[in-house]
């Protein structure tokens, strides 16, 4: 990746409850985001998996300011994206968009497609009257629905029509970075080829740069530039794409990996079965996060956590990322 | 060419049905018997009041002592009263004052309630302290908060609305909260929040267009439920003051010749019945239109 950097983010943590209220006991602290550092070039998309509850989808909120950090630091263009406040904050929303995974949930339904998609135009006052309506138009076409969508209400349209409508809306700003949110997820599979391939389109169109969290695997491998695995709110690999599914190293990695059917009955397959379930965001293991359930654990992994092993653009929080323990 | 292409086509996207046009809701409330029934008893009698000057065979004040507690007869069609006024004309009268009541109770403790209860459910600071203070005054019986209210302010037409609209106005917040909590989790709020829109903007586009539904229901509640209380404040002397006519102060008038002239007392009290039977009739006519369990169209 020779792209220039757009956003960096260093330690990024988030915890949820804590402090007592008036009428609220105290509450124990869920570590939902802690400590995540990650690089996403212009440009490019990051894919971001995980297991449900792993927290990627606490960090996309928090890297679109929809959640306040805990803790940590987002550098978003040379801006430092979490101090942010008021008037600088409403502006750099402009170069924020959000596509959510919920094409039901996503679209108030007394509204007007029109008044969906001018949304975010309205709020920056950035285009009324007839401008307003040339840009709906605009975002329609390029979305793939016709014109005539404009004053529709968003039930008469099918789940993949009103994800359409969602992108619209989070490209009405032209927007420079925009989180994805399992945004293909609630889709009918052949729904969800149809918009990952117009996602491509506008990626090359308009020089986008995405951060795309899903819990499939298949569809990272296909839309993503590099992709990021995350377990119990921490990143245990990244890497290019093409690398990190060829070559995994760590440990949750393959077993991640190793989880996807294989539509080929002849081709055998090396499964790795985790035992046990994922341990709770209120009392995170020490040492290493995944040793609970690590098949090739150790002592050291009980005691320290693990330095994260650099490669060529490439990095595994694993104290054996480089051993042939896990080159099987 | 695949569905969602297909779906796409203007050609094609102009020959689908439209499933909203011509307002589905009002149609099912039109066939709905109960709820026209209901609406037909309303209008009747919203009419009948409103043109009290032109259709009332007195005036509601006129005292003619010659006439005192006369039976209803082909000229006082509802009797005449202890001060030989006409029944019927001050029953005409009394029901712009008790509907007047029950018009203004419903507007405010809407206008309150909808205020603390998105208050409430918005913003989860105050979901807590302002909650607790609606439960306080809910934990009193009704009628009773609304009596001591009534007692303490004074009788006039408008301490009976403060009284009631205390009274009712936490039921209403209450309502309105619930709804809240539920819009304030819907992933079009973040969408807003994510384009920067502040909260006044997020809640009066968004949140209460989508939370005042199950509020229609409850108005009607609120209108036929005032126009009780109001006879029971004036039952027991903190209504709207004589001589100004209202149903409840009408019934109240008559009680001490209920054995010997119970006209007084009987049609108004007839009146005030068939006009909350008919508000109740809207209500479920309403909530039977309007009931997400029973709605047909998809969101």
């Known amino acids: 990746m020779t792209h220039p950097v757009l956003l960096k983010v260093e330690g990024l943590t988030k915890h949820f409850g804590g402090r007592p209220g008036l009428f609220r006991a105290q509450r124990p602290v869920l570590r939902a985001v802690d400590g995540v550092d990650l690089v996403v070039h212009r440009g490019e998309t990051l894919g971001i998996v995980g297991e449900s509850g792993c927290g990627k989808s606490t960090m996309g909120r928090l890297l679109v300011r929809l959640l306040d950090a805990t803790g940590g630091k987002v550098e978003f263009d040379g801006v430092d994206l979490l101090s942010l406040k008021g008037r600088a904050l409403t502006a750099v929303r402009r170069d924020l968009g959000m596509v959510f995974q919920d094409p039901w949930a996503s679209l108030d339904g007394r509204m007007t497609v029109r008044d969906i998609i001018a949304e975010p135009l309205d709020i920056h006052r950035a285009a009324t009257g007839a401008d307003r309506r040339r840009r709906v138009a605009e975002l329609l076409d390029v979305v793939g629905l016709p014109a005539s969508a404009a004053d529709k209400h968003p039930h008469q349209f099918s789940g993949g029509q009103r994800q359409r409508i969602g992108i619209a809306r989070a490209l009405s700003l032209r927007p420079r970075f925009i989180v994805l949110d399992e945004a293909v997820s609630a889709l009918d599979v052949s729904v969800q080829a149809q918009i990952l391939q117009l996602l491509g389109d506008l990626q090359a169109e308009f020089g986008l740069t995405f951060l795309f969290i899903s819990h499939n695997l298949a569809v990272v491998r296909n839309i993503a530039d590099r992709v990021a695995v995350m377990y119990l709110g921490r990143i245990v690999e990244s890497g290019p794409t093409q690398a990190l599914f060829d070559a995994p190293r760590h440990p949750y990695t393959q077993a991640l990996l190793s989880a996807i059917p294989v539509p080929d009955p002849e081709r055998p397959r090396r499964r790795v079965v985790l035992k046990g379930d994922v341990p709770s965001a209120l009392a995170p293991p020490a040492g290493c996060r995944f040793h609970t359930r690590c098949p090739i654990a150790q002592e050291i992994c009980r005691q320290t956590p693990p330095v994260v092993t650099v490669g060529p653009d490439h990095t595994a929080a694993c104290h054996f990322a480089d051993s042939p323990l896990t080159a099987s | ?299």
């Open chain 2, 1 to 299: 060419m695949s569905t969602e292409d297909i779906l796409a086509d203007p050609a094609v996207d102009a020959a689908r049905p439209r499933p909203t046009q011509g307002y589905p809701r009002l149609r099912r409330l039109l066939r709905h018997r109960l709820f026209m029934t209901g609406a037909i008893i309303l209008v009747i009698v919203l009419l009948a009041t409103l043109a009290a000057d032109l259709i009332a065979p007195y005036s509601p004040l006129k005292n003619d002592f010659r006439y005192r507690l006369g039976a209803p007869n082909a000229v006082h069609l509802m009797g005449t009263d202890n001060f030989g006024r006409d029944v019927l004309s001050r029953v005409l009268y009394g029901g712009r004052t008790s509907l007047a009541i029950g018009l203004m109770v419903v507007l405010a403790s809407t206008f309150f309630g909808t205020l603390i209860g998105v208050a409430g459910g918005y913003f989860s600071r105050l979901d807590n302290p302002v909650m607790r203070l609606m439960d306080a005054l809910m934990a009193f019986p009704g009628v009773l908060l609304a009596i001591a209210l009534a007692a303490v302010l004074g009788p006039s037409v408008l301490d009976v609305v403060i009284a009631l609209t205390v009274t009712y106005a936490p039921r209403t917040a209450r309502i309105v909260r619930a709804a809240v909590l539920v819009v304030r989790r819907m992933e079009y709020i973040d969408a807003a929040r994510v384009a920067g829109a502040g909260h006044l903007r997020i809640i009066w586009r968004h949140v209460l267009p989508n939370s005042l539904g199950p509020l229609i229901v409850q108005m009607t509640f609120i209108f036929a439920v005032s126009i009780l209380a109001e006879a029971v404040l004036s039952f027991v002397g903190v209504g709207p003051p004589p001589p100004t006519p209202s149903w409840g102060n009408i019934i109240a008038d008559g009680r001490s010749y209920i054995p010997s002239a119970p006209w007084i007392s009987l049609f108004p009290g007839l009146v005030i019945a068939i006009t909350v039977l008919g508000v109740n009739l809207m209500g479920d006519g309403l909530r039977d239109v309007l009931d997400p369990r029973l709605k047909l169209e998809g969101r």
